[in-house]
């Protein structure tokens, strides 16, 4: 049969959705892998063939073209060029081995493949804060090398982009003349690896309040993942902390599935984050620090699609969160600076006490319908995953909650005490991380209050 015949036949077969064999007499060329298909999902080292060419996943994806992303930061890894194959006994497996598959090979999972806890180094139960080490204001410069041990995770605020669209992010310390008492760099790196080596978390935080970042092309996200590498390896960073903020993440109109997303600036984050994880490895920590709004507010609006969405950016963070979620170390949403958001009870919460962080944090344990579509619901986080920020003090963000509401808070979701007239959906969760706070420096001018009463709190949870 002439070559024309036998891609023709191909093309039939694979417009019916079935595996494509391709007979060749090149011996010297490896051979092909089942074929891709565009509505299977990889995990990292699944294989698949395309246009002659074999490929390894290295992580978890599903509709995206090995021939077109196999570049050095993308999903695949380009085996080179494949003749005649034999065909397997058994599909490629498109699931984790440790979950058998409920159905065909070639049919996406409600959600993505869900990994157990990983070793973290991380206590069961972490304090993480933000430390200001590239910006002043009227808390003070606190050096790394004064940060109490008590502080589990410490987020270096921020790394910029150099503009909006760029994708590169620069991280450089206070200028003295701005943050008197500011330490060299290289007693900052030492101060770093010191904080490392009695086993606390250093990550580069991106975005901000002023920090807006839109990875609007593939040349912006390359950028990115070469800018924020270089800055990991030159501080000896642990990973990064998204808190992309303001229009950063905007879905485009049309843009209603968060399983599957379009919008260019979440697409780029993702395969940015991915890259970044390939990169550095299992030991990579990634946090994200979304606002309410980016997040819960996704109950019931998503984006501008339907089900009465009224803002792009509405829960315009959770295809990210969803596409990370087996790479995510936490997510710490900010539980301030928020308008009332409606919980899982159908009931609006505000800002001020114990009962919003139940609310918002249950349903990121317990999941929910998005845009009120219970055929399209965002699945739970595993509980070692979630904290909840709050503000260290009445200076540092609207929202401030005294210590004895932010642990009633905590008490109810860890050990379903003392919720008030709120019923947790999610259970007890004895996994619960822990607890954000923006920030050190504010904790620091107010004597310590968050820290004080926090870490021995969270201590004695078990």
């Not at 995206?64 to 494949?82: F, L, M, R």
């Not at 490629?92 to 869900?114: A, G, H, L, M």
Request: net charge negative; hydrophobic share 35%.
């Amino acid at each position: 049969m002439r070559r024309s015949l036998i891609l023709a036949a191909s093309a039939v077969l694979a417009a019916a959705g079935s595996t494509v064999y391709i007979a060749s007499s090149a011996s010297a060329a490896a051979a092909c892998v089942p074929a891709w298909n565009s509505t299977a999902v990889y995990v990292k080292d699944n294989q698949a063939s395309q246009n002659g060419h074999n490929y390894t996943a290295k992580w978890w994806n599903q509709n995206e073209s090995p021939a077109t992303h196999s570049g050095q930061w993308d999903v695949w890894i380009d085996n080179g060029t494949c003749g005649g194959t034999t065909p397997p006994t058994t599909p490629p497996t498109t699931t984790p081995p440790t979950t058998p598959p409920t159905t065909p090979p070639t049919t996406p999972p409600t959600t993505p493949p869900t990994t157990q806890p990983p070793v973290t180094g991380l206590p069961k139960h972490a304090l993480i804060g933000y430390l200001h080490s590239s910006f002043a204001n009227g808390s003070g410069y606190l050096r790394m090398a004064d940060v109490p041990a008590d502080w589990d995770i410490i987020n270096l605020a921020f790394g910029e982009p150099t503009s909006a669209t760029s994708g590169d992010i620069r991280f450089t310390l206070c200028p003295a003349a701005e943050c008197p008492g500011v330490e060299s760099e290289a007693d900052f790196i030492a101060a770093i690896r010191a904080k490392r080596a009695a086993g606390k978390k250093v990550l580069l935080s991106i975005g901000g309040a002023n920090g807006q970042v839109q990875l609007t092309t593939t040349a912006a996200r390359d950028k990115f993942v070469s800018s924020v590498g270089a800055i990991i390896d030159k501080f000896g960073l642990d990973g990064v902390d998204i808190d992309f903020e303001g229009h950063s993440l905007s879905l485009n109109t049309g843009d209603t599935d968060f399983k599957n997303p379009t919008t260019p600036v979440i697409v780029n984050l993702i395969a940015a984050l991915r890259s970044l994880k390939s990169r550095y490895g299992a030991n990579f920590v990634l946090t994200m620090a979304p606002e309410t709004f980016f997040v819960q507010l996704g109950y019931q609006y998503y984006g501008s699609g339907p089900w009465g969405g009224q803002d792009p950016r509405a829960g315009s963070y959770l295809p990210v969160i969803y596409a990370m979620r087996n790479d995510l170390t936490v997510l710490h949403v900010q539980d301030y600076n928020s308008g009332s958001i409606m919980g899982l009870d159908n009931q609006y919460h505000s800002m001020g006490g114990a009962d919003f962080h139940i609310a918002m944090t249950d349903m990121m344990l317990a999941g929910f319908p998005v845009a009120g579509n219970t055929a399209n619901m965002f699945p739970a986080l595993r509980e070692d995953q979630i904290a909840f920020g709050a503000p260290s003090s009445v200076s540092a963000g609207n929202g401030y909650v005294a210590p004895a509401g932010v642990q009633q808070a905590v008490n109810c979701l860890v050990k379903g005490v003392n919720c008030g007239g709120y019923t947790v959906r999610s259970g007890t969760n004895p996994n619960f991380r822990g607890l954000m706070t923006w920030s050190i420096n504010w904790d620091r001018f107010y004597s310590w209050e968050f820290r004080i009463n926090h870490e021995p709190f969270l201590n004695g949870l078990g």
